[in-house]
């Protein structure tokens, strides 16, 4: 038999959404979601090192797999393109689109947990900014095409975990970019 149960990192992560939406973030215990998750608060540790990082357990392997992509990407001349481009097509349901809704709205309720989700955003951002850099895009113009980027991409992501439909990800993001272009025009007048 083994020392703990197959699957105990699923279960620890499916109890923790269930009681983060029962009973709020701040609420709820390592020990409670252990317990609901059928295992050990030695176990839940030995796969989270706190209850937070039950939302975030996937971030490093994302932000590596995204830096990656602009590190392989055949072109950067339009930095912004890029970034939109492989945040977009990154694909964001593999856990399962109902789980990112369900995960959003966790997020959306806690101070503490937007400000962990703030801070992995600029994780990504810092070295997305990184890669543009080392695939020879200018400084400024790699730090504005992330940040711009990732807005854009976060605009359209929030709408596709809140739409109860089977929204296209990569199309929310282009009317996104869109709406950008549509704000700053190409030619603008000094006053």
């Not at 992330?146 to 993001?173: C, N, P």
């Amino acid at each position: 038999m083994p020392r703990w149960e197959q699957g105990s990192a699923d279960r620890l992560t499916k109890a923790a959404l269930e009681l983060f939406e029962e009973r709020g973030f701040e609420n709820t215990s390592v020990v409670e979601i252990a317990d609901r998750a059928r295992v050990t608060t030695r176990t839940f540790f030995r796969y989270f090192p706190d209850k937070s990082e039950v939302l975030f357990a996937e971030s490093d392997r994302i932000r590596a797999a995204l830096v990656q992509a602009i590190l392989d990407a055949p072109d950067v001349t339009e930095p912004l393109q890029v970034v939109t481009t492989i945040l977009a097509e990154f694909d964001w349901s593999v856990p399962g689109i109902e789980l990112q809704r369900r995960r959003h709205a966790v997020i959306a309720a806690s101070p503490g947990l937007l400000e962990r989700e703030l801070i992995k955003q600029n994780d990504i951002a810092v070295e997305f900014i990184e890669a543009l850099r080392r695939r020879g895009v200018e400084e400024n113009a790699a730090r504005l095409a992330t940040r711009v980027g990732i807005q854009v991409f976060a605009t359209a992501y929030a709408q596709w975990v809140e739409r109860d439909d089977s929204a296209d990800l990569r199309k929310l993001t282009d009317a996104a970019m869109d709406l950008l272009q549509a704000l700053v025009p190409a030619s603008r007048s000094v006053g």
